[in-house]
T-cell receptor, first 113, second 112 residues
Framework: NAGVTQTPKFRVLKTGQSMTLLCAQD?????MYWYRQDPGMGLRLIHY???????AKGEVPDGYNVSRLKKQNFLLGLESAAPSQTSVYFC????????????FGSGTRLTVV | DAKTTQPPSMDCAEGRAANLPCNHS???????VYWYRQIHSQGPQYIIH???NNETNEMASLIITEDRKSSTLILPHATLRDTAVYYC?????????????FGTGTQLKVEL
């Protein structure tokens, strides 16, 4: 039982390049989330999804796009990477209903040069 | 969502209880209190949550004051592996997803 898997774990991009971060969960969770974490700061919500085919903006959505074509996958895209997007990105999932906890992935460390 | 206030850092001797406080004076009646921790640079890990009553699980105990304006996470016998950043979060469960807002938390250092 893998839980939440994020790929890749590390990536270096040049300014202006694009990439997609993949989050996959095998727990049949309805809700999925993308967060970013910068040094000395807490996690900030980028986008989230409450079900297959749905997405919504979080606290810091600018510069990112997401898609949830399959229930188990949640993709985070950077169309034109900027140095300000250098961060650690965490994906999480949770069930719908009672306030059960999030399950987080191990993170993707992205550097934009 | 209500805002939370936590001390930036705490120390605890191994084997002793670690008591991590959290103030959430603007909490509303249907908001839950959640605790997560983040060890080094790993993804945060869910610890426990509560609404009104005290809660206990295999990891920790959560004590919520009667007026719900503050809470304490208790790690009964702290070990070196409990060194982490601990986040106290207050959040509603809504039909639009249970979105949690993570502050900067409390850095707990467990020492010999």
């Amino acid at each position: 039982n893998a839980g939440v898997t994020q790929t890749p774990k590390f990536r270096v991009l040049k300014t202006g390049q694009s990439m997609t971060l993949l989050c996959a969960q095998d727990m049949n969770h309805e809700y999925m989330y993308w967060y970013r974490q910068d040094p000395g700061m807490g996690l900030r919500l980028i986008h989230y999804s409450v079900g297959e085919g749905t997405t919504a903006k979080g606290e810091v959505p600018d510069g990112y796009n997401v898609s949830r074509l399959k229930k188990q996958n949640f993709l985070l895209g950077l169309e034109s990477a900027a140095p300000s997007q250098t961060s650690v990105y965490f994906c999480a999932s949770s069930v719908r209903g009672p306030p059960y906890g999030y399950t987080f992935g191990s993170g993707t460390r992205l550097t934009v040069v | 969502d209500a805002k939370t206030t936590q001390p930036p850092s705490m120390d605890c001797a191994e084997g002793r209880a670690a008591n991590l406080p959290c103030n959430h004076s603007t909490i509303s009646g249907n908001e839950y209190v959640y605790w997560y921790r983040q060890i080094h640079s790993q993804g945060p890990q869910y610890i426990i949550h509560g609404l009104k009553n005290n809660e206990t699980n295999e990891m920790a105990s959560l004590i919520i004051t009667e007026d719900r304006k503050s809470s304490t996470l208790i790690l009964p016998h702290a070990t070196l592996r409990d060194t982490a950043v601990y986040y106290c979060i207050v959040s509603l469960l809504t039909g639009g997803g249970n979105k949690l807002t993570f502050g900067t938390g409390t850095q707990l250092k467990v020492e010999l």
